[in-house]
């Protein structure tokens, strides 16, 4: 067991604390839901399949840009292990949902009904069991489609917005898997608390598309108010005259931003341009956005003499935006994130140490802790069975997909 240093509250003191999840989940979508309930002190348990061919959570095998998929949407959450195409693997599931108070699932429209755990098959048997399903559609006309990020994206404007035009672009992360699944997770905790008042549970939808929608929703709100469709984020009218990523010595990249007049004068004076300052075609933000097909190309070559650790020093000190070019591995060593304990060790399911990334909040000063690593597949099975009046014979049998 791990925590991050500045996180020292016990389980006992989280939110959820004895709020018990089990979710049937894979990939991202499910699995980011029950890690935000899971790090908000929720005990979740990860049903993952064996038998039938089938060895666990196939996202644990994932390689290339999958593989940090399990390690990172699975931490504090345990591991047990079913064959729930058998009659005695869906008695134990049974059993466990009628120890729960949120089930979650993320798999295709149908399988969950197949089993027999979807939620009209559960709501009459267990009446406070709030049930989440993360899809790709709200039920309506698309509901029967396999969706995909990238397929929402593609549909949902997201990639028409993020590429040059002609050009449609995927963003660089599972933006609508994650964000799918926070809100599967907001839903969960608003049920909870309807239930505190009704007494009874609820099956709450989420969805890529609909999330997709809610994303580019400023888009399609500025058309609604100026009766122009927006363009692409690269071709778009900046509203500001300096917004732009610069190439400087020894090619490097950094982004500056210089947005008001004020800053333009601090920006002027740092590095030496008076000339520019006092030039009265630049006298105004809209003035120099008007410049910018010959200024931009004179401030390049300006800020091509100094190096991006000295344009980022002098940025700092003036209080003027800026951002360094940084690539995702390199936030491992971020000072901000280390000095602050936003990222915290873990252990890796094969045994090896890394870091990781905490949820971006903290409550009463404390990032949400690692309580448990990754777990290993069926983890605690045997933990989970035996409490559930299976003997430890019985226990192991049904944990290997056999009967008990």
């Not at 120890?99 to 295709?108: G, H």
């Not at 069991?129 to 549909?155: C, N, W």
């Not at 609604?224 to 010595?249: N, Q």
Request: proline residues 7%.
């Amino acid at each position: 067991m791990y925590s991050s240093s500045n996180s020292p509250s016990p389980a006992s003191a989280l939110p959820y604390a004895g709020i018990r999840v089990v979710e049937f989940t894979h990939m991202v979508m499910g699995p980011s839901c029950g890690l935000m309930l899971a790090d908000l002190g929720a005990e979740v348990i990860k049903v993952e399949p064996v038998g039938h061919g089938r060895n666990g959570d196939a996202t644990r095998k994932l390689l290339g840009s999958g593989s940090g998929f399990f390690p990172l949407f699975n931490r504090n959450k345990k591991s047990l292990t079913l064959d729930l195409q058998t009659p005695e693997g869906k008695e134990a599931a049974l059993k466990l949902i009628a120890t729960a108070d949120v089930v979650t699932e993320n798999f295709k429209p149908g399988t969950m009904q197949k089993l027999g755990l979807d939620y009209e098959s559960l709501k009459a048997q267990f009446p406070r069991l709030i049930y989440v399903s993360h899809k790709g559609f709200l039920p309506g006309p698309y509901e029967h489609r396999t969706a995909l990020d990238e397929v929402v994206q593609m549909m949902g404007g997201l990639a028409y917005m993020t590429g040059r035009p002609g050009d449609p672009l995927r963003a660089g992360t599972s933006v609508n898997d994650i964000m799918g699944g926070m809100f599967g997770a907001m839903g969960a905790m608003a049920a909870l608390a309807q239930r505190e008042k009704t007494g009874l549970g609820q099956e709450v939808q989420s969805a890529l598309f609909e999330n997709n929608v809610f994303l580019i929703a400023q888009h399609m709100m500025q058309y609604a108010v100026t009766g122009k469709p927006a363009a692409p984020m690269p071709a778009r009218i900046s509203a500001w005259a300096i917004y732009d990523v610069f190439e400087v010595k020894d090619g490097e990249q950094i982004f500056l931003a210089v947005v008001s007049d004020g800053a333009w004068r601090e920006f002027c004076d740092a590095f030496n341009l008076a000339e520019l300052h006092g030039d009265p075609r630049l006298g105004s933000n809209n003035d120099r956005v008007q410049a910018r097909s010959w200024l931009m190309p004179l401030l390049r070559e300006k800020m091509a003499a100094y190096s991006a650790a000295q344009i980022a020093q002098v940025f700092e000190e003036k209080g003027l935006p800026f951002a360094p070019i940084v690539r995702p591995h390199d936030l491992l060593d971020d000072p901000h994130l280390n000095a602050t304990g936003a990222l915290a060790p873990i252990q890796l399911p094969d045994g090896r140490e890394s870091k990781t990334v905490l949820l971006p909040l903290t409550l009463d000063g404390k990032h949400l802790e690692v309580r448990l690593s990754p777990p290993k597949l069926g983890e605690h099975s045997l933990e989970i069975l035996t409490a559930l009046g299976y003997s430890p014979e019985q226990a192991r049998a049904l944990a290997q997909g056999q009967a008990a």
